[in-house]
């Protein structure tokens, strides 16, 4: 079996398999399949990551990954201590960037400062969803790579609800693909 990694620098080739890019993410091919043939991961991994607000938020969605079927990439943090929001979700979107996860599902008490600090990073989509219609949508028109949710804001079972949503909806591309390579383009004050 094949396995999965991060970015190349990341990857060590010392079994005598090549590396394969697919999407972002280094695959180290089998010999005898070849790249084209190479193979992936069984379950697709979702990064998981909150602070101390966002803590039993995000336990009970790292059950619901699991329960979906998903390997849950579990970031911290651990328990209730007071931490930083931004750490947070800064390594998610480090994750969904360096191909350690596909998404991520973000928690801090409002959903806000954690999502703030991932949409920081280019090529991150973090969309800080209500329910599953607003999880929907951020899939199916916004292609949201993150999905924040506000553990002292959203009970227990609308943020069940809104990962299902979130993890079930494809992009819709179309119409929307231009939309979201807006999103995607740096710019700066003199461009404006």
Known sequence: MCLRFGPQSQCAPTTGRALVRRCHIWYVGCPETGP??????????IALA??????????????????????????????TASVD???????????????????????CGTGLGISMAANKYPGIRAALCHDATTA?????????????????????????DAVRAFLA????????????????????????
Request: proline share 4%; net charge negative.
């Open 85 to 107: 929001y931004p750490d947070f979700g800064h390594a998610a979107a480090e994750a969904v960037l360096d191909g350690r996860a596909e998404k991520a599902v973000i928690c």
């Open 169 to 192: 909806t494809p992009f819709g591309g179309a119409r929307h693909a231009p939309r979201v390579a807006k999103i995607d383009q740096i710019r700066t004050r003199e461009a404006v």
């Open 50 to 79: 909150a602070d101390h607000a966002g803590f039993p938020l995000k336990e009970i969605m790292a059950e619901e990954v699991r329960a979906l079927g998903y390997e849950a990439l579990d970031l911290g943090t651990h328990d």
């Open 136 to 160: 929907r949508l951020s899939r199916e028109h916004n292609d949201a790579n993150i999905l924040a949710l506000g553990a002292r804001v959203t009970g227990t079972e609308v943020a069940r």
């Open 36 to 45: 084209d043939k190479t193979h992936t991961m069984s379950k697709t991994v």
